[in-house]
């Protein structure tokens, strides 16, 4: 039996994780890409670069007490106790070795913003890299793959079938735009191919409630891991699971980021009023968004907060596309963006109101604090960025049947994967993204190694 690599891998944004930790455990890997432009194009590239790592060694050197459990406790409160347990369980145990690992063995700049946690993170737990943009990101990913003797990168060439050997193993199927086909065999594939937020008959049939709003998010994502895992028998769930955001600027189409709300800053509608306690997070903000008069509206804040956003490269280009107003009164604000005043004015008086203690908010928001003039205002649209169900998949990543037992040869992770967010948005933790696309690349590599060690030695001493 002979195999042209050991692990063939689809889908070079947290895919690459695979391909970089299999290499050093010994291991050839293929990784294909379908998207000429995944550099730029894909969810990975795009994001804020934001990854949960409870009882790191960064949480540590900035006296943050976290652990696993802590996390796993609160991904059961987002969720209201509906994700994935066994998934959950194995991904916040590894977080912490996984952006340690992507510190040491990647060369990534990690580093642990503490100023404020994101909606239901009880700590602050979300390792990120400077300028907080997952170019970078996937920059250091791609760089530690090309400087891989053991890792070859095929672009663009798309994953279209996946056959199991009854001797073992697995024959893909990779095409090139020019009408090329090559059969590559390999004792395992990772499907790393995202969800199907691009395909809008699949997000109209899952996700009806924000089927409407903006996609922000990989055009490749059409649910190839959904077609080629189903024709292998496997099982999928969560499908109706989701992350949306509520600050994608409407001028500028990327991201204010939730950081302005966790500071202080107030969504209202076109109406000037608020509609909701918007700390509870950005993911089922967007549905709530979407359902206003207009279906936009506007993120409000003040000089503080924009001080506090410019560490973050999606809000310098908000920024240089001028999409934030500025104006020195509540009333002058309200004039430049076209909502009534009186509505507007009294909205910030009463978060400041809450914010001094005087008054209980009405929709039950507790973090407030008063705007000072001069204040800004960015024009925002609700928006879907990827699509959080799929395949099923162990603490291993390898993808199940419907009885539960792994299908032979079959990995699976990132937005390819069923994530740990529950059902619907509003469990959405930041992270659940790229922990899930990182985390189970990296432990299927592991356990992929682990299963080959009977034939040939790891490298180093061995693999989670
Ligand atoms: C603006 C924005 C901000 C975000 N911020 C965060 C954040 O801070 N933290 C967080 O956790 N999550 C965040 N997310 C979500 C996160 O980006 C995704 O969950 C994560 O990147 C998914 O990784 P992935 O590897 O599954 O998919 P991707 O990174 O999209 O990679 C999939 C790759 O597969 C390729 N592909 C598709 N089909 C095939 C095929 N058949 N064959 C070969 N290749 C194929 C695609 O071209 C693509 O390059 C954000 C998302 C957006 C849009």
Redesign the pocket.
């Known amino acids: 039996m002979t195999f042209d690599v050991d692990l063939v891998v689809?889908?070079?944004?947290?895919?690459l994780t695979a391909a970089i930790r299999a290499a050093e455990l010994g291991l050839d890997v293929l990784v294909?890409?379908?998207?000429p432009n995944?550099r730029r194009?894909?969810?990975?590239?795009?994001?804020?670069?934001?990854?949960p790592g409870p009882g790191s060694r960064f949480q540590s050197a900035a006296g943050v007490d976290d652990s696993a459990e802590r996390f796993v406790a609160d991904i059961a409160r987002k969720t209201g106790g509906r994700a994935d347990v066994r998934v959950a369980t194995a991904l916040a145990d590894v977080g912490a070795e996984l952006v340690e690992w992507l510190a040491d063995h990647v060369g990534m700049p990690i580093e642990l913003p503490t100023d404020f946690t994101y909606p239901g993170h009880s700590a602050p737990r979300v390792h990120s890299l400077p300028g907080r943009h997952?170019s970078a990101l996937l920059r250091h990913l791609i760089d530690a793959a090309e400087r891989s003797e053991r890792v070859d990168l095929m672009v663009p060439?798309?994953?279209?079938d996946v056959v199991t050997r009854p001797d073992g193993g697995v024959v893909t199927t990779v095409e090139t735009p020019d009408g090329g086909r090559e059969e590559v065999g390999a004792h395992a594939v990772l499907l790393?191919?995202?969800?199907y937020g691009a395909d809008a008959e699949l997000v109209a049939e899952h996700l009806p409630e924000i089927a409407g709003a903006h996609y922000?998010?990989?055009e490749?994502?059409?649910g190839?891991a959904l077609r080629i895992g189903r024709e292998l028998g496997a099982a999928t769930g969560f499908l109706d699971a989701y992350?949306g955001?509520a600050a994608l600027s409407a001028s500028a189409r990327t991201?204010v980021t939730w950081t302005a709300v966790m500071h202080g800053g107030a969504v209202v509608d076109l109406e000037g009023r608020r509609f909701g306690d918007e700390t509870t997070g950005y993911s089922e903000y967007a549905a709530a968004l979407a359902a206003r008069p207009g279906g936009r509206g506007w993120l409000v804040f003040d000089e503080r907060i924009d001080g506090l956003c410019r560490a973050f490269g999606d809000y310098q280009d908000v920024l240089a596309a001028g999409a934030v107003r500025t104006a020195n009164s509540a009333p002058e604000l309200a004039a430049t963006i076209g909502v009534p005043p009186q509505a507007l004015e009294s909205e910030l008086d009463a978060l400041a109101g809450v914010a001094a203690g005087e008054a209980a908010d009405r929709f039950g928001r507790t973090a407030a604090r008063a705007l000072v003039a001069p204040l800004h205002a960015v024009e925002i649209i609700p928006a879907l960025?990827?699509t959080q169900g799929g395949l099923l998949v162990d603490e291993h990543a390898r993808v199940l049947d419907p009885a539960g037992d792994p299908v032979p040869g079959l990995y699976a992770?990132?937005?390819?994967a069923a994530g740990i967010s529950g059902h619907g948005a509003a469990g959405y933790l930041?992270?659940?993204?790229?922990?899930?696309?990182l985390g189970l690349a990296y432990l299927a590599a592991g356990h992929l190694a682990r299963s080959r060690a009977t034939t040939r030695p790891l490298t180093p001493e061995g693999a989670r």
Do not use: C, K, W
Request: charged share 10%; hydrophobic share 35%.
């Open positions: 689809a889908g070079a944004g947290g895919g294909v890409d379908s998207d995944f194009g894909n969810n990975t590239s795009m994001s804020t670069a934001m990854i997952g060439a798309r994953l279209t790393a191919t995202n969800g922000h998010g990989g490749h994502s059409r190839d992350q955001h991201l960025f990827h992770s990132g937005g390819a930041a992270g659940n993204g790229l922990l899930p696309a």
